[in-house]
C-alpha cells in the first residue's frame, strides 16, 4: 500500500474522505471553541449566538472525531503497534504476532459494537442535553460507523501482513 508523506494510506477515496470529514469535524470543533471563549470572555452575548449549543455539539464533535480518529489510525496500523517485537521477529512468527493483535482488537470491536448498537435502539429518541434536534441514537450510530470502520480496515490490514509474510518466505 502506497502511503502519503504524512504517513496516511490514501489510495481509496474512502482513506481520502475519512481525512477530509475527520479534518473537517476538528476544524468545526476548534472554530465553535474559539467563538464561544470569545463570547463569554468579552460579554458579546448581545450578539444573539446560540453558545448554548456549543457545549453539546463541542461534545459530539469532540466524541465522533476521536471514534474517527481511531478508524485512522487502525487504517494506518497504528493503534497496537508493537514494533520493538515485530523488529526481532520474521516470517510466521511476525504474522502470528499480528494476527494475535488483529484477532484481539476485533473481538473487542465486535464486544464495543454490540452494546453500542443496543443503546443504539434504546436511546434511539432520547434528546442530547438540552438540545433537542440532537439524538443520542443518532450519535451511537456514528460511533457504530466508526467501530464497523475499523473493524474493516483491522481487517484489511491483517490480510495485507498475511500478504507480506507469504511474499518474505
Known amino acids: 500500500m502506497d502511503s502519503t508523506d504524512s504517513g496516511f494510506k490514501s489510495n481509496t477515496i474512502l482513506d481520502r474522505v475519512l481525512l477530509y470529514s475527520l479534518s473537517a469535524l476538528f476544524s468545526a470543533l476548534v472554530g465553535i471553541t474559539i467563538i464561544q471563549v470569545l463570547v463569554r470572555t468579552f460579554n458579546l452575548g448581545f450578539l444573539g449566538l446560540p453558545t448554548y449549543l456549543v457545549e453539546p455539539v463541542a461534545t459530539v464533535l469532540l466524541i ?7 478508524a485512522v489510525a487502525s487504517r494506518n496500523s497504528e493503534h497496537i503497534k508493537m514494533s520493538t517485537f515485530e523488529k526481532r521477529l520474521t516470517g ?5 504476532l499480528k494476527a ?4 484481539i482488537t476485533i473481538t473487542v470491536l465486535l464486544i464495543y459494537t454490540r452494546g453500542v448498537f443496543g443503546s443504539m435502539f434504546s436511546e434511539w429518541n432520547s434528546a442530547f442535553a438540552e438540545v433537542t434536534f440532537m439524538r443520542l441514537g443518532a450519535i451511537y450510530a456514528l460511533i457504530l460507523a466508526s467501530l464497523v470502520l475499523m473493524m474493516v480496515f483491522e481487517g484489511w490490514n491483517a490480510i495485507d501482513a498475511a500478504r507480506d509474510v507469504t511474499d518474505d518466505d
Open 64 to 70: 465522533v472525531g476521536t471514534y474517527l480518529g481511531a
Open 92 to 96: 510466521r512468527k511476525r504474522l502470528a
Open 100 to 103: 494475535t493483535a488483529s484477532t
